[in-house]
């Protein structure tokens, strides 16, 4: 049972901890009576749910994110991990020094507010969101506050077209003129799968020999080469099949016959046999031959964008798309490339009446003249 005592002129909240202990908590100078009450209520409260901390012990919204860094190391891969820590280095310093419990709804919302105002775009604003988000969760996992302010926090919202939806691709021209320009087999044909599959960067490092369906004129996803290390695709819908043309298959056939062997089996080794070293691959090979082809900078990821976007043009389904990139459902690519889709489109408004009115259509023209 706690009360509120006063010594040396100040109220003191006088009380047993969860393990019985007896402590004492001095208020500020000038807090009133009605104000330790309140103290005393919301301290009681905690002990009840059993996440009280003496105030030395509580720890900074800093110390706790380097307590979950340590935490997720071993979980994720080396990629995200190295995402994570970047973002608690150079996102969080309004909220480091905070007392982990101190971290309310307001001080969320001013995070996002604050990091929407700035440059930042709305889907690097949704990442550090995320980042917040399993920082928060970590601290209530180990009882440093009871509710997760991130919960109940208002999230950004779409205002026209961010930033970050805007995607550089090639046209069909700017892809010849780029492919022309390599001289190099291997880069060729890895430049030019990347296009016509629109698979992943760390998918194509990965790709082995085995993978690839010659019967079918399909490569199989089966791993992805990140960071330095080798990993299972990132979800389960990122394990697939990817259709290929029969020009794809033959530059194919090409490169396996003048690939040198090695002992993993890949399509594309370095000169070791090993994987292909990417930040090498992309400064020696990739940003070159976009110069030397006087093609716009991209990066190797809007070669993904690419595919997509030429699918999108002549029409593909959009599910079939969805499983040819490994989304998790269409809702997903939707999302991403939704703002591709033209809004005018008279053809499918022309086929929706002719299946309608084309076998009298004529007839109810002329009755209702």
């Known amino acids: 049972m706690a009360c509120i005592a006063k010594r040396r002129n100040r109220l003191v909240i006088d009380f047993y901890d969860h393990q019985g202990k007896r402590r004492w908590k001095t208020l500020p100078m000038g807090t009133t009576k009605t104000e330790a009450k309140e103290a005393m209520r919301e301290l009681e409260d905690q002990i009840a749910r059993g996440v009280w901390l003496p105030e030395r012990r509580i720890p900074t919204f800093a110390e706790v994110g380097q307590d979950w860094l340590e935490h997720k190391k071993a979980n994720i891969r080396q990629s995200s991990w190295e995402m994570y820590a970047r973002h608690l280095r150079l996102h969080f310093g309004e909220l480091d020094s905070l007392k982990i419990n101190r971290i309310s709804i307001s001080h969320v919302e001013r995070f996002i507010a604050n990091h929407r105002a700035g440059k930042l775009n ?217 703002h591709l889709m033209s809004s005018i489109n008279q053809e499918a408004a022309c086929r929706f009446e002719n299946a309608i009115f084309q076998p009298t259509g004529s007839r109810m023209v002329a009755e209702s003249v």
């Open 122 to 338: 709305l889907t690097t604003v949704r990442k550090l969101i995320v980042t917040l988000n399993q920082v928060m969760g970590y601290a209530v996992r180990h009882r440093y506050i009871d509710a997760n302010p991130c919960r109940d926090a208002e999230r950004p919202r779409k205002r026209g077209k961010d930033e970050g939806d805007i995607f550089s691709i090639l046209n069909p021209d700017e892809i010849v003129r780029f492919l022309d320009a390599v001289t190099d087999r291997k880069f060729k044909t890895l430049f030019m799968l990347a296009i016509m599959s629109g698979a992943r960067r760390g998918e194509i490092l990965g790709l082995k020999w085995a993978d690839i369906d010659w019967e079918n004129s399909q490569i199989r996803i089966r791993r992805t080469f990140n960071s330095g290390q080798w990993y299972l695709p990132k979800s389960k819908s990122s394990v697939r099949e990817i259709d290929l043309g029969p020009k794809m298959m033959i530059e194919l056939k090409k490169w396996k016959l003048a690939c040198p062997a090695n002992d993993l089996d890949l399509v594309f080794p370095d000169k070791d046999g090993g994987p292909l070293e990417p930040t090498l691959m992309l400064r020696n090979q990739f940003a070159p031959t976009l110069e030397k082809a006087g093609v716009k900078k991209i990066r190797f990821h809007d070669m993904r964008h690419t595919k997509v976007s030429l699918m999108i043009e002549q029409g593909e389904n959009i599910k079939y798309i969805q499983s040819q990139l490994g989304h998790a459902n269409p809702t997903v690519t939707l999302n991403v490339y939704g």
